[in-house]
């Protein structure tokens, strides 16, 4: 390695004279209509791809609406058919309250009374003269049990 020399390299040849371009002629009325109708072609079917990219779109848009309408339909008429079980449910729940209400007062309703039967043997016993019990006569008296 020298120090402090410069290093040699190659001379660089200076750049040619720029150079005009060829003289061209400008392009024939017919070439200019031909390269406008290529566009023109070209532009037309790019449009009609974009045409047909959208209408795919949309109608892809539509199935999904119609699926998702059928969907909400589905669900409601499920939770309708499960809220008219429910009702039958309630109203057999309702009946059998009440038929257990009805058991329970008839059997408190027949602690509470005697039968027929019942008050003539108590007519008839010594426990109600030994224990001064006044006749059953003008009380309520359940017949037919």
Request: include cysteine; charged fraction near 35%.
């Amino acid at each position: 390695m020298r120090s402090g020399l410069p290093l040699p390299c190659a001379r660089l040849a200076p750049a040619p004279p720029a150079t005009a371009p060829p003289a061209t002629r400008p392009p024939s009325p017919p070439q200019l209509k031909r390269d406008w109708r290529d566009e023109h072609e070209r532009n037309k079917a790019r449009d009609l791809q974009l045409a047909q990219e959208n209408k795919a779109r949309i109608e892809q848009v539509r199935r999904n609406a119609r699926a998702n309408r059928e969907k909400q339909t589905n669900r409601r008429m499920m939770a309708a058919r499960l809220e008219r079980e429910n009702d039958i449910v309630a109203v057999q729940a309702k009946k059998t309250n009440l038929r257990k209400a009805q058991l329970v007062r008839g059997k408190v309703y027949s602690h509470r009374y005697v039968t027929q039967k019942e008050a003539e043997e108590m007519e008839q016993s010594s426990f109600r003269r030994l224990f001064g019990i006044p006749s059953a006569s003008n009380s309520p008296v359940r017949k037919n049990k």
